[in-house]
């Protein structure tokens, strides 16, 4: 299921790496203003969800992935009204899966560490080995995975961004006042 996967990734990728921003933040320190951080890199959203992750190990997150989408697959027979069909054969037919229709438009990665070995992250077409500073922005349509750690730990963290903004009329929504120039 992971070729599967990877090939839909490779069509997705013609469609979206132009979205992708590859940002550095000169002297990371902590505490971070998250919010100042959010608010500068001017992604169009109603809201969003910060994740903190501390990895020594990246196990889940090695296999190709969507975010907040599971691949599936089922018998041609069965039916699958709530899957997004990316793949049949005669006798399968592999789709995406979200929870609650939940998805998010866009992901920020912001990378607190650089104290590791491995722990690339990958789009099916480009990898970069992220340092402490740098920012990954991308369409979250994007397949991609992180390469396993060999040693270290990395830091990061993980922001997703839902919905498309409110008109610009000065509303705050999460205390962020809406980007008003589109995306970058």
């Not at 500068?40 to 501390?54: A, D, G, M, N, Q």
């Not at 730990?153 to 509303?171: A, L, Q, S, W």
């Amino acid at each position: 299921m992971q070729n599967i996967l990877f090939q839909y990734g490779q069509e997705i990728a013609k469609k979206y790496k132009n979205e992708r921003k590859f940002l550095k933040l000169d002297n990371l320190l902590e505490p971070i203003d998250l919010r100042e951080i959010i608010h500068s890199l001017k992604i169009p959203h109603t809201h969003y969800e910060i994740v903190k992750r501390f990895h020594t190990d990246d196990q889940y997150n090695i296999k190709w992935h969507i975010d907040n989408q599971q691949l599936q697959k089922h018998k041609i027979e069965n039916s699958t009204h709530d899957l997004n069909i990316i793949y049949q054969n005669e006798k399968y037919k592999y789709g995406l899966w979200t929870q609650g229709n939940n998805l998010p438009t866009y992901t920020a990665i912001i990378y607190l560490s650089s104290n590791f070995e491995g722990g690339e992250f990958c789009f099916v077409d480009y990898s970069i080995k992220p340092q402490k500073g740098d920012v990954i922005i991308f369409n979250s349509k994007e397949v991609h995975k992180v390469n396993p750690l060999k040693s270290g730990t990395r830091n990061c963290y993980v922001i997703k961004f839902y919905g498309v903004p409110p008109p610009c009329d000065g509303t705050f929504l999460n205390g962020v006042p809406p980007p008003c120039d589109g995306l970058f």
